[in-house]
């Protein structure tokens, strides 16, 4: 009778630390956007948004590229992405880290969705064509605080390789996904589609969000005996050693 709250005492542990930080990031974005970028966007930082973003207009390189991550890093196709790949791990080992790259997503969009309903923010006037400066095919008209891409997408990256970063104990999955993150971010600005505090606060609660997302998916994986690396020796205690001799043996 005691074996259902064993096994369900690392998925309760994992779901209130997921819970908590999502609470916690969440009143830091609506903090900041209520007092740096004020509730309608007419806050203390609008002369820092104008300057950076100007000049990035002036020096935007790579737009066909920045174009290309606009749409997959739509939060429709950037969630059916999610919904493949978590399914394509999972039917390869079902392990609750196969579970990050979809945590990531729900948590990173959803974290846009709360914060942009109290904090109304109209986009630069660059993010629709064909206003001066806009980019042909560029209209989103959402609102603008935070970036979704830079949120939900930086979410993905940390929280997909970050647990390869912790199964294999190797940096090089963190740096890939701090590179990747923000590019990303970056090419927001580069389209003209964001101010920078935007994808700045975005930057930042999509690192938290998928770090944590990391953490919890390998102590989870750990929780319920499963390898987090699955090139991982087995490792075998003295006690469980079988002797190579035999009980007729002298001394």
């Known amino acids: 009778m005691t074996r259902p709250k064993i096994i369900s005492a690392p998925l309760g542990r994992a779901v209130a630390v997921l819970a908590l930080t999502g ?22 930082v609008r002369g820092l948004d104008r300057h950076v973003g100007n000049w990035f207009l002036d020096h ?12 997959v890093g739509d939060a429709a196709l950037l969630g059916v992405v999610c ?6 791990l999972l039917a ?12 990531g997503y729900l ?36 609102w603008s605080f935070p970036s979704g891409h830079a949120t939900a997408v930086t979410a993905v990256l940390f929280a997909g390789l970050g647990v390869v970063a912790l199964s294999r104990r190797a940096l090089w999955p963190w740096l ?39 953490l ?12 987090a690396n699955r090139y991982e020796r087995p490792r075998h205690s003295s006690s469980t050693a079988v002797s190579t001799r035999g009980p007729a043996d002298g001394p």
């Open 176 to 214: 890939v996904a701090a590179a990747g993150s923000l590019y990303v971010a970056a090419s927001r600005l580069d389209l003209g589609v964001h101010w920078f505090t935007d994808v700045a606060t975005g930057w930042v609660l999509g690192t938290v969000w998928g770090v944590t997302v990391a």
């Open 216 to 227: 919890v998916a390998v102590r989870l994986a750990v929780g319920y005996g499963v390898a």
């Open 83 to 88: 919904v493949v790949l978590t399914l394509a």
């Open 107 to 142: 948590g990173g969009e959803g974290l846009v969705y709360l914060t942009r309903a109290v904090v109304h923010r109209d986009r630069p006037p660059t993010a629709d064509y064909p206003a001066p400066g806009a980019l042909a095919g560029i209209h989103e008209t959402s």
């Open 60 to 71: 935007r390189y790579l737009i066909g590229l920045a174009k290309a991550i606009a749409t």
């Open 92 to 103: 390869w080992r079902r392990t609750p880290i196969m579970l990050a790259p979809l945590a």
């Open 23 to 44: 609470a916690v990031l969440l009143a830091v974005g609506l903090t900041v956007g209520l007092t740096l970028i004020g509730r309608h966007g007419n806050g203390p």
